[in-house]
Nanobody, 113 residues
Framework: QVQLVESGGGLVQPGGSLNLSCTAS??????MGWYRQPPGKRREVVAT???????TYANFVKGRFTISRDTARSTINLQMNALEPEDTAVYYC?????????WGLGTQVTVSS
């Protein structure tokens, strides 16, 4: 099994920035990614990154977010800029490891003035 621990969430004003981090308890070579679940909505993908740094972003990211990965440390980050109230959500980290998917417990991001 793999445990994922997210950090970096919080309250930020519109237009502000946050940097989310996720660290896995084992070295992960599978795909890792960030997902989010806005209040009252379904969970959705934000960005994913493979071990060879192939990256995908959801359309709503619009160049505002950057995902990065340090495989040696089993860490991924999500730098979020130009945050909007619509970005308010619980952000989750996910990884694929030995054929199974694992989720973190999530970190709350609130964008509000």
């Amino acid at each position: 099994q793999v445990q994922l621990v997210e950090s970096g969430g919080g309250l930020v004003q519109p237009g502000g920035s946050l940097n989310l981090s996720c660290t896995a308890s084992k070295i992960v070579f599978g795909i890792m990614g960030w997902y989010r679940q806005p209040p009252g909505k379904r969970r959705e993908v934000v960005a994913t990154i493979t071990n060879v740094k192939y990256i995908t972003y959801a359309n709503f990211v619009k160049g505002r977010f950057t995902i990065s990965r340090d495989t040696a440390r089993s860490t991924i980050n999500l730098q979020m800029n130009a945050l909007e109230p619509e970005d308010t959500a619980v952000y989750y980290c996910k990884c694929s490891f030995e054929g199974r998917e694992y989720w973190g417990l999530g970190t709350q991001v609130t964008v509000s003035s």
